[in-house]
């Protein structure tokens, strides 16, 4: 059972224009919501994260919106660079309740970004 | 500032074989983690440490897998014997804390034949 679904396995578009990525979850509890990427022979990279008290947080070209409601997340990436052809993975995590053991990253499959010059 | 480092990059051994894999973390980080990832899919939680503490390794195949983190830094995953299934990338990451942005190492290509 997959919590954290990332349905598009690849994307591709132009550089300079916008690279939407999308994601989903099951579990209510998830409160924490990170974003990584992935070049090929390396690990994840973390990118950008948003709590689920925001609905939009903002890093230079980053952007991560979370609509709490339809538990769906998206990352928009503008103007998307060439350099930023990677894998994508979309995590989340149940916020910790002080002293346990709840704090674990599910991440999602990933989407492959190619952004063609 | 020296990232997370782990050896060896590749192994390929034969079925039934034992393989360990070896982790140095950021110095200074207290949380290590080592995940499994399989082809085509996202990294899962094989087991996290806090110092020389396991707090959760509730995902580990214990009758195959071990894991260690002696002095609190550097921490061996092991599989013995290794199945077909194992073939895999095994990625360990550190950070500060409990809560901390997890930083990850290049990963161990597993390939068992």
């Known amino acids: 059972d997959q919590q954290v679904k990332q349905n598009s396995p690849s994307l591709s578009v132009q550089e300079g224009r916008i690279s939407i990525l999308n994601c989903d979850y099951t579990?209510?509890?998830?409160?924490?919501f990170l974003w990584y990427k992935k070049y090929p022979a390396e690990g994840p990279t973390f990118l950008i994260s948003?709590?689920?008290i925001k609905d939009k947080n903002e890093d230079g070209r980053f952007t991560v919106f979370l609509n709490k409601s339809a538990k769906h997340l998206s990352l928009h990436i503008v103007p998307s660079q060439p350099g930023d052809s990677a894998v994508y993975f979309c995590?989340?995590?149940?916020?910790?309740w002080g002293g346990g053991s709840n704090y674990k990253l599910t991440f999602g499959k990933g989407t492959l970004l190619t952004v063609n010059p | 500032e020296a990232g997370v480092v782990q050896s060896p990059r590749y192994k390929i051994i034969e079925k039934k074989q034992p393989v360990a894999f070896w982790c140095n973390p950021i110095s200074g980080h207290n949380t290590l983690y080592w995940y499994l990832q399989n082809l085509g899919q996202g990294p899962e939680l094989l087991i996290r440490?806090?110092?020389?503490?396991?707090?959760?390794d509730s995902q580990l195949p214990k009758d195959r897998f071990s894991a260690e983190r002696l002095k609190g830094v550097d921490s061996t995953l092991k599989i013995q014997p290794a199945e077909l299934g194992d073939s895999a990338v095994y990625l360990c990451?550190?950070?500060?804390?409990?809560?901390?942005?997890?930083?990850f190492g290049p990963g161990t290509r597993l390939t068992v034949t």
């Open positions: 995590a989340a995590s149940p916020p910790y």
């Open positions: 440490y806090e110092n020389e503490e396991a707090v959760d």
């Open positions: 990451a550190s950070s500060l804390d409990r809560l901390g942005e997890q930083y």
């Open positions: 579990n209510s509890m998830f409160d924490y």
């Open positions: 948003i709590s689920s």
